[in-house]
């Protein structure tokens, strides 16, 4: 006959225990409590002073424009390379807070470029821009793009 004695059980215990598991999130969820306080208390609070009559300062712009010719224009107006470092100090001199637009034609060389940018931060400018035509961007998605291929996309003016 098939009775059982004892209180002996044969079942096995299909459980998961999850004790351990809310400790550790526990203690994990403690540790980021404390070094986020620690962390917001570590910065410096600084009460700016207020002023009527105070003047935002507003950065110096300077368009500069590298044509296929070799000309160099500020501003639409043509320029020598040590007229530009005149001007630049200048701008500088009455605002420190200068910044350089920088366009090159398609057609002028890549040197030309790199040169233009080591005249600009050689006289101590350190925010420039490079304006580019939007139309003309390559997209955003790789398998468009070639990438991971070594295949370049076309140039713009190039047919397939």
């Given at each position: 006959?098939?009775?059982?004695?004892?209180?002996?059980?044969?079942?096995?215990?299909?459980?998961?225990?999850?004790?351990?598991?809310?400790?550790?999130?526990?203690?994990?969820?403690?540790?980021?409590?404390?070094?986020?306080?620690?962390?917001?208390?570590?910065?410096?609070?600084?009460?700016?002073?207020?002023?009527?009559?105070?003047?935002?300062?507003?950065?110096?712009?300077?368009?500069?424009?590298?044509?296929?010719?070799?000309?160099?224009?500020?501003?639409?107006?043509?320029?020598?390379?040590?007229?530009?470092?005149?001007?630049?100090?200048?701008?500088?001199?009455?605002?420190?807070?200068?910044?350089?637009?920088?366009?090159?034609?398609?057609?002028?060389?890549?040197?030309?470029?790199?040169?233009?940018?080591?005249?600009?931060?050689?006289?101590?400018?350190?925010?420039?821009?490079?304006?580019?035509?939007?139309?003309?961007?390559?997209?955003?998605?790789?398998?468009?793009?070639?990438e991971g291929r070594g295949i370049l996309p076309p140039?713009?003016?190039?047919?397939?």
């Amino acid at each position: 006959m098939g009775s059982k004695l004892g209180g002996e059980d044969d079942d096995l215990i299909a459980d998961i225990n999850i004790t351990p598991f809310v400790d550790i999130i526990l203690v994990v969820l403690i540790i980021f409590m404390v070094t986020a306080t620690t962390i917001v208390q570590s910065s410096i609070k600084v009460n700016l002073p207020e002023a009527a009559s105070g003047e935002g300062t507003e950065a110096t712009s300077l368009g500069l424009t590298l044509l296929p010719d070799g000309e160099l224009l500020l501003d639409g107006e043509s320029i020598t390379p040590l007229d530009l470092r005149a001007r630049i100090r200048s701008a500088k001199a009455s605002n420190d807070d200068v910044i350089c637009l920088i366009a090159a034609d398609k057609a002028v060389a890549h040197g030309r470029v790199v040169w233009l940018l080591d005249l600009v931060k050689s006289e101590g400018v350190v925010k420039f821009a490079i304006n580019i035509d939007k139309s003309q961007m390559v997209p955003s998605d790789p398998a468009t793009r070639g990438e991971g291929r070594g295949i370049l996309p076309p140039a713009p003016n190039e047919g397939g």
